[in-house]
């Protein structure tokens, strides 16, 4: 597959991977996390792109937080595999046509690299919103980035995904999304629902 330069919408999917109960209190910045990964699950809606979601382990670590989970296309797929480049995560989006796969989520260098490195090795493109992922220690949290980037994935921001959908401002949910972007601008702490 040729270098992602852009995002089409009718072929992106939004995977998020392990936004969990127990997860996200033990990483750097995880509200912010969570927020960025509100907003952009919930402005992919908006455009209608699929989000999907995995969770790990759920019995110790919880389920999604809900506030990301009224987003789903789909009820979240359970795993005890670091990767969520699942084969039933893979079969849906095969049959659904979704080429690339917008990558948000815990932790950078565990999950989020082997569930990247996976979907490259499929012959998926992969971009990594680098605000809507964290990991417990900042080098941790670099290094994937790096690593990720050097394997191919596109790295990107949860603002310049919703503007790159949409693609003109006469989109019909520009007005509700570039609100919601503003306003979160103003409380960055506030979760998107």
């Known amino acids: 597959m040729p270098a992602l330069v852009r995002l089409n919408p009718a072929e992106c999917a939004v995977l998020l991977v392990d936004l969990q109960e127990r997860l996200v209190p033990a990483v750097l910045q995880g509200e912010a996390c969570v927020v ?3 907003l952009l699950a919930w402005g ?3 455009v209608g792109i699929p989000v999907l979601a995995t ?3 759920p019995k110790g670590l919880g389920k999604t937080l809900p506030a990301l989970a009224e987003h789903f296309s789909l009820p979240a797929w359970e795993k005890t595999r670091f990767s969520a480049a699942l084969e039933p995560v893979i079969d849906w989006l095969r049959r659904d046509a979704r080429r690339t796969v917008v990558l948000a989520g ?3 260098h565990i999950c989020l ?3 990247a490195l996976d979907l490259i090795e499929a012959d998926f ?3 990594v919103v680098v605000d809507a992922c964290s990991a417990g220690g900042r080098v941790d949290h670099e290094a994937a980035l790096a690593r990720l980037t050097a394997a191919g994935a596109l790295p990107l921001t949860t603002e310049a995904a919703l503007f790159e ?3 003109d401002s006469s989109h019909p949910a520009f007005r509700e999304i570039s609100a919601r972007v503003r306003q979160q601008r103003e409380a960055p702490a506030r979760p998107v629902g």
Request: charged share 25%.
């Open 36 to 38: 960025r990964a509100g």
């Open 44 to 46: 992919a809606r908006k």
């Open 55 to 57: 969770e790990q382990y």
């Open 106 to 108: 815990l932790e950078t």
């Open 113 to 115: 690299t082997q569930t």
């Open 125 to 127: 493109a992969v971009a």
């Open 165 to 167: 959908w949409m693609g």
